[in-house]
């Protein structure tokens, strides 16, 4: 697997075409009947706006650092706007059509203990015009973009699938397809299409047997002028043929919470490593594994690359390849998982030398929330603190050890003379809910605490476990 071209996500330029949606959810709790009828009465206490159907997708290649565009059909009205702003948040180039007198897509689901008591769904379905409006908007940002992903729901923004494929493809674009029609001969010219199980049976594939699958799969991507499918198969994994080739990938979760968004989470991560310059076959290697992170969530969730390279980490079994997210984009990631709801911890030292003080530090302070974040002194930083001879290990290197800690999510180098060496500055780009600090300090003492307190957060010290320290392994070593 060419694992160096995880360096290069961010190069991915992806424009997903197709059915947009509005998710919103409103969580309460139940305690009563309601006297009108024999209904549960939820009590709202949060509302919650997601993106969904192609939406989901452009979010899920957001979320992986892919540089995103989103093309769809909405209404001229507050769910469209609800939807527009949640995008904006996500940082995905939208430029979606409005429609006068059709109602942007919209599913409102009521969620109570953790369970969905109704929903609600808002819809009419677009009109050839109305598709053809999009087909034109395609003609002008097609240029600006390497891959085109159609996210079919059957919804009617893409009824010029045919016309659209071929814009892209006169273009010199690598086309992905979540298919929805029976009829894969709709979507001719197609590098790759992505059906579930479900959908390759209506299709006319044969499960059966394997070599009955095998050779009915190659005989409607031939017949439908198809170069390839990815066949999603749910507990079996998944299925990668071409006419000539068959590759299989065993499911890579060991509990399912939810399948929702599952299959937006494999045509968006295979989009995303494609557009990095992976093979096709690593690309769905890849996908593969960030299905599995998605499904072991709640809801239609999206993967992070950190995420992602844990996973791989745990596939590799240790070969010794890595991936390091780019420093540059981690603040992104942290304000994705701030949208989500998530609670984020921040601690910051050299770990020079990572002992077990060090590791049980780490995993007490990642208790405190749902995400941690770890400031790193950069190598003049520890010089100028502990001396000309240190640090031991470079500041990459230092990296790459504590992100392979399961407790660590994040890690950022700070340090510069202008900062005077604290983390005062990051803490402050960081904004987290919690600030943990370890050692005999008080709240006073800490860099970064009065920020954090002025933000509403909470500032913790922890103790460290006797008689483990950096200083204490050298002079044994030494010794």
């Given at each position: 697997?060419?694992?160096?071209?995880?360096?290069?996500?961010?190069?991915?330029?992806?424009?997903?075409?197709?059915?947009?949606m509005l998710d919103r959810y409103w969580h309460g709790d139940t305690g009563r009947i309601s006297p009108e009828a024999p209904v549960p009465v939820v009590k709202v206490s949060k509302v919650e706006d997601k993106a969904?159907?192609?939406?989901?997708?452009?979010?899920?290649?957001?979320?992986?650092?892919?540089?995103?565009?989103?093309?769809?059909?909405?209404?001229?009205?507050?769910?469209?706007?609800?939807?527009?702003?949640?995008?904006?948040?996500?940082?995905?180039?939208?430029?979606?059509?409005?429609?006068?007198?059709?109602?942007?897509?919209?599913?409102?689901?009521?969620?109570?203990?953790?369970?969905?008591?109704?929903?609600?769904?808002?819809?009419?379905?677009?009109?050839?015009?109305?598709?053809?409006?999009?087909?034109?908007?395609?003609?002008?940002?097609?240029?600006?973009?390497?891959?085109?992903?159609?996210?079919?729901?059957?919804?009617?923004?893409?009824?010029?699938?045919?016309?659209?494929?071929?814009?892209?493809?006169?273009?010199?674009?690598?086309?992905?397809?979540?298919?929805?029609?029976?009829?894969?001969?709709?979507?001719?010219?197609?590098?790759?299409?992505?059906?579930?199980?479900?959908?390759?049976?209506?299709?006319?594939?044969?499960?059966?047997?394997?070599?009955?699958?095998?050779?009915?799969?190659?005989?409607?991507?031939?017949?439908?002028?198809?170069?390839?499918?990815?066949l999603t198969r749910s507990e079996q994994g998944m299925s990668l043929i071409t006419a000539t080739e068959k590759y299989d990938f065993a499911a890579q979760v060991l509990e399912v919470s939810d399948v929702t968004g599952?299959?937006?989470?494999?045509?968006?991560?295979?989009?995303?490593?494609?557009?990095?310059?992976?093979?096709?076959?690593?690309?769905?290697?890849?996908?593969?594994?960030?299905?599995?992170?998605?499904?072991?969530?709640?809801?239609?969730?999206?993967?992070?690359?950190?995420?992602?390279?844990?996973?791989?980490?745990?596939?590799?079994?240790?070969?010794?390849?890595?991936?390091?997210?780019?420093?540059?984009?981690?603040?992104?990631?942290?304000?994705?998982?701030?949208?989500?709801?998530?609670?984020?911890?921040?601690?910051?030292?050299?770990?020079?030398?990572?002992?077990?003080?060090?590791?049980?530090?780490?995993?007490?302070?990642?208790?405190?929330?749902?995400?941690?974040?770890?400031?790193?002194?950069?190598?003049?930083?520890?010089?100028?603190?502990?001396?000309?001879?240190?640090?031991?290990?470079?500041?990459?290197?230092?990296?790459?050890?504590?992100?392979?800690?399961?407790?660590?999510?994040?890690?950022?180098?700070?340090?510069?003379?202008?900062?005077?060496?604290?983390?005062?500055?990051?803490?402050?780009?960081?904004?987290?809910?919690?600030?943990?600090?370890?050692?005999?300090?008080?709240?006073?003492?800490?860099?970064?605490?009065?920020?954090?307190?002025?933000?509403?957060?909470?500032?913790?010290?922890?103790?460290?476990?006797?008689?483990?320290?950096?200083?204490?392994?050298?002079?044994?070593?030494?010794?």
């Amino acid at each position: 697997m060419e694992l160096s071209r995880l360096q290069h996500l961010t190069e991915a330029k992806v424009l997903v075409v197709g059915d947009v949606m509005l998710d919103r959810y409103w969580h309460g709790d139940t305690g009563r009947i309601s006297p009108e009828a024999p209904v549960p009465v939820v009590k709202v206490s949060k509302v919650e706006d997601k993106a969904g159907g192609a939406a989901n997708v452009a979010k899920n290649i957001a979320h992986l650092d892919g540089q995103v565009g989103l093309l769809g059909l909405i209404g001229h009205d507050t769910d469209g706007i609800a939807l527009e702003k949640t995008l904006e948040q996500d940082h995905i180039a939208s430029q979606l059509v409005k429609v006068e007198g059709y109602p942007t897509i919209a599913k409102m689901r009521v969620i109570s203990r953790h369970q969905q008591v109704v929903r609600l769904d808002m819809e009419e379905t677009f009109t050839q015009a109305h598709s053809e409006s999009l087909l034109e908007r395609l003609k002008t940002v097609v240029d600006d973009y390497d891959i085109v992903l159609f996210s079919d729901y059957n919804k009617g923004a893409l009824a010029s699938i045919e016309a659209m494929i071929d814009v892209a493809k006169a273009a010199g674009k690598f086309v992905l397809i979540d298919p929805k029609s029976h009829d894969l001969a709709r979507y001719r010219g197609a590098n790759i299409v992505t059906p579930n199980l479900n959908e390759f049976k209506l299709a006319g594939g044969l499960v059966d047997s394997e070599e009955l699958l095998t050779q009915s799969a190659r005989d409607l991507i031939t017949s439908a002028g198809i170069e390839a499918m990815l066949l999603t198969r749910s507990e079996q994994g998944m299925s990668l043929i071409t006419a000539t080739e068959k590759y299989d990938f065993a499911a890579q979760v060991l509990e399912v919470s939810d399948v929702t968004g599952a299959g937006d989470t494999v045509i968006a991560t295979l989009a995303v490593m494609l557009g990095a310059g992976m093979p096709a076959k690593d690309a769905v290697e890849m996908a593969n594994l960030a299905a599995g992170i998605a499904v072991g969530k709640l809801g239609a969730a999206t993967v992070s690359p950190e995420e992602l390279s844990r996973k791989l980490g745990q596939y590799l079994r240790a070969t010794g390849e890595h991936y390091q997210t780019p420093f540059d984009d981690v603040l992104k990631h942290i304000e994705f998982a701030k949208q989500n709801g998530e609670k984020i911890v921040f601690t910051n030292g050299c770990f020079d030398i990572l002992h077990a003080g060090h590791v049980r530090y780490l995993a007490q302070a990642k208790a405190r929330g749902d995400r941690l974040v770890v400031g790193l002194n950069n190598d003049e930083s520890i010089k100028r603190l502990k001396g000309a001879d240190r640090p031991i290990n470079p500041l990459n290197e230092r990296a790459m050890v504590l992100s392979a800690l399961a407790s660590v999510d994040w890690v950022i180098p700070f340090g510069s003379v202008e900062e005077n060496d604290t983390p005062a500055a990051l803490i402050e780009k960081v904004n987290p809910h919690v600030l943990v600090k370890g050692g005999d300090y008080t709240v006073e003492q800490i860099a970064g605490a009065d920020f954090v307190l002025s933000q509403g957060g909470e500032v913790e010290v922890l103790t460290f476990l006797d008689g483990c320290s950096t200083s204490n392994v050298i002079k044994k070593i030494k010794a």
